[in-house]
């Protein structure tokens, strides 16, 4: 059935049936992956109305939670390891947890580890498989090497997993313990329904990703948003502070209280201010109560803290009043008040205020008019004065844009 699957898919791709037998004949590509899908062969097969008479469940909910898992590409043909999940979601149930907890959790699963398993196989194909191909390595050579590679790696895959797994917990049991004693201790309100939760929300992006990546193309981009990536990871982590997720330049960030919020934010900020020829960073941050649902956090603060990131210009760290009540106290820090904005999408206006390092002096930047590279003086690659104005690039190729449509990059 498998094969059968793969055959679909192949050909629904624009693979032809001589090119897929081709394959097989003369490197038992379908034979070698299923080996890696089913290691221990084939499985048994059930019927979910099968599935949910052995195991003591509703049908309805083994449905749900069949689609919930993303096995529906399965049809309704459960196999031996999905009856042994099955059993484990009804011992979950037995102990009180319900449903719809179930069924967030399956969703979670399925979604974080099959980015997971994406990550496994691309990074396997993309770094050994093609870089063997490079190489000049072709044929049954080229099969022997990735076959043999492979069967060094499949093994170290599920501890590895487990090895993250556990120092994921570790945190989530700190966190959990932080929240129980501030709840006990009126420190937090408490959420009138499961999943409810006061937390600061921060959305962190750079200033002008977009025109970086069209001047100077995606490899440098992907080497700019990697190296912002580590910077904003390792902020998070010293300030207790945990990346929700991350959507190209954009990070959403969640935080016990505002006072770390803002603590992040500004090192974040200095931390990519001091960066050689790096685009600007801009902060948002809001506190209040969330909704927490399949590993995300949702609400409409959450969407506050989204437009006020937003609005947000380069190097700006803007907070709402709630945040500033909270984290006044922050030692080395100021909040000059903006007054009322009316943000997008808002039905009121908020108070914003900019948090900032008291008392900082300003480094002299310039910002590259085509790409938005910052850069201090000794750092430009080229000048150009037009109608009495300097304008500075990064490189000269940067200058030849400009000069070849200046209208284009008038601010």
Known sequence: MERARLVQMLLRRGISLEAIEKAEREGRLLGRNLELM???????????????????????????????????????????????????MKTLRDIGLPEEALLEGARV?????????????????FYVHERLKAEG????????????????????????????????????????????????AGLVEKGKSPGEMTSAVAFVD???????????????????????SALVRESAARW????????????????????????????????????????????????????????????????????????????????????????????GVEFVPLGERRLKGLASELVLFEARPAGAAGREKHVDPVCGMEMTPDEVAARLTLDGVEHCFCSDDCLRKYVAAPERYAT
């Open 109 to 125: 699963y399925t979604d974080a580890l099959t980015r997971v398993a994406e990550m496994e196989s691309r990074t396997f194909h």
């Open 137 to 184: 390595v072709t044929g049954d050579a080229l099969l022997a090497a990735t076959t043999t590679a492979g069967d060094r790696a499949a093994p170290l895959i599920e501890p590895s997993l487990l090895y993250f797994h556990r120092k994921g917990w570790e945190r989530a049991i700190r966190e959990d313990t932080a929240l129980h004693m501030a709840e006990e």
């Open 240 to 331: 207790e502070g945990r990346v929700v997720k991350q959507i190209g330049d954009a990070f959403m960030l969640v935080f016990p209280d505002a006072r770390s919020a803002v603590a992040c934010a500004l090192e974040i900020e200095t931390r990519t201010a001091e960066e050689p020829q790096f685009p600007a960073a801009r902060s948002g941050i809001h506190r209040g109560q969330v909704l927490y649902r399949e590993g995300d956090y949702v609400g409409s603060n959450v969407n506050i803290a989204s437009r006020v990131a937003a609005e947000a210009q380069r190097h700006q760290v803007l907070v709402t009043d709630a945040v500033r009540k909270e984290a006044k106290t922050l030692p």
């Open 38 to 88: 089913f290691p221990e062969g084939p499985s048994e097969t059930y019927s979910l109305a099968e599935v949910a008479e052995m195991v003591g469940l509703d049908l309805e909910f083994v449905r749900k939670f069949w689609i919930a898992a993303g096995l529906g590409d399965q049809g309704e043909l459960a196999r031996e390891e999905d009856v042994e999940a099955f059993r484990t």
């Open 206 to 228: 750079l200033s002008s990703f977009t025109p970086l990546a069209e001047a100077m193309g995606d490899l440098k981009a992907a080497e700019v948003l990697e190296r912002f």
